[in-house]
Nanobody
Framework: QLQPVESGGGLVKPGGSLTLSCAAS????????IGWFRQAPGKEREPVSC????????YYADSVQGRFTISRDNAKTTVYLQMNNLEPEDTAVYYC???????????????????WGQGTQVTVSS
């Protein structure tokens, strides 16, 4: 199904790790992207990471570069977000989004997402 389903959120201490999963399928073209966004209380939603199905290229926001890793399984039905060295500033609801006939980034802008998951809470606190 094109509607992604997230899992894996939770409470973790600063410096800890967490892995989020996003299950999505039913794509009708090879050119699609799957990505993660997050929204903290009182803040706007922001992009976190994205992977392109066509070439497997990955993209990261500057704030998570070097700490987060996006990957997919061989069947290309599940995308993972491995989050290491988590900081309190990473606390947010994380959303998985998909879009067909899109690039992760174009002209400096991240994709907008046609289908969104329900979100999963990640809390980083001691």
């Amino acid at each position: 199904q094109l509607q992604p389903v997230e899992s894996g959120g939770g409470l973790v201490k600063p410096g800890g790790s967490l892995t989020l999963s996003c299950a999505a399928s039913g794509f009708t073209v090879d050119a699609y992207v799957i990505g993660w966004f997050r929204q903290a209380p009182g803040k706007e939603r922001e992009p976190v990471s994205c992977i392109s199905n066509m070439d497997g290229r990955t993209y990261y926001a500057d704030s998570v570069q070097g700490r987060f890793t996006i990957s997919r399984d061989n069947a290309k039905t599940t995308v993972y977000l491995q989050m290491n060295n988590l900081e309190p500033e990473d606390t947010a609801v994380y959303y998985c989004a998909t879009q067909q006939m899109a690039l992760c980034q174009y002209g400096g802008q991240w994709f907008g997402g046609d289908y969104w998951g329900q979100g999963t809470q990640v809390t980083v606190s001691s």
